[in-house]
């Protein structure tokens, strides 16, 4: 069955430095790949998405990832966190085994320290 | 304005008794998801319905129950049956074609058991 990782449960950054945080899907065909960010006691909100073409997506709030078929990895990034950045992040894939459902990955916690 | 309304935001249910939680889509979308939310786990998938009238199990369906007999509702029941049903239930919806492109989300139930 199709799979998403998000290797840090946890990632804590200083205002205004760049981060990175990891995903990684299980998939040997093609798929679909989304960052989602949800805020506390809030739904889920659409960052950016792969579908096709260009590996570098461009997303809102200055966020950016990059899908890399090789590795598999789909790694979202920021040169420079805000405050308001502080929330929790989903991967989630769809296509392969899963063509009729997104798959989310556990989550990872931003927390940016002022 | 298009979108997925859920309700109520919060609820309260002892234990032994089934609830219902409500999910509604104006976006004219095929189908429609439930999501099960607990803390450190990210979202786990309990039913789905690509069409009115079906609908699959995802992977923690045992004591859920759902029905899709019109296309812009998707009510889920949580029944005694689920031994621990404490945490926040989002509802997704998604357009037609596979893989799927994007999931939209409400803003969640957050059921609690007292």
């Known amino acids: 069955a199709q799979s998403v990782t998000q290797l840090d449960s946890q990632v804590p950054v200083f205002e205004e430095a760049p981060v990175e945080l990891r995903c990684n899907y299980s998939?040997?065909?093609?798929?679909?790949l989304f960052w989602y960010v949800q805020y506390p006691n809030q739904g889920l909100q659409l960052l950016l998405k792969y579908l096709s073409g260009s590996t570098l997506v461009k997303g809102i709030n200055g966020f950016e990832a990059e899908f890399n078929k090789s590795q598999t990895s789909f790694h979202l990034r920021k040169p420079s966190v805000h405050i308001s950045d502080t929330a929790e992040y989903f991967c989630a894939v769809s296509g392969g085994t899963s063509y009729d459902k997104v798959i989310f990955g556990p989550g990872t916690s931003l927390s940016v320290i002022p | 304005d298009g979108g997925i309304t859920q309700s109520p935001k919060y609820l309260f249910r002892k234990e032994g008794q089934n609830v219902t939680l409500s999910c509604e889509q104006n976006?004219?979308?095929?189908?429609m998801y439930w999501y099960r939310q607990d803390p450190g786990q990210g979202l786990r998938l309990i039913y789905y319905?690509?069409?009115?009238?079906?609908?699959q199990k995802g992977d923690i369906a045992e004591g859920y129950s759902v029905s899709r007999e019109k296309k812009e509702s998707f009510p889920l029941t949580v029944t005694s049956a689920q031994k621990n049903p404490t945490a926040f239930y989002l509802c997704a919806s998604s357009g037609q074609g596979a893989p799927r492109t994007e999931a939209f989300f409400g803003q969640g139930t957050r059921l609690t058991v007292v």
């Open positions: 976006l004219n979308h095929d189908a």
């Open positions: 998939s040997s065909v093609s798929v679909y």
């Open positions: 319905s690509q069409i009115v009238n079906d609908f």
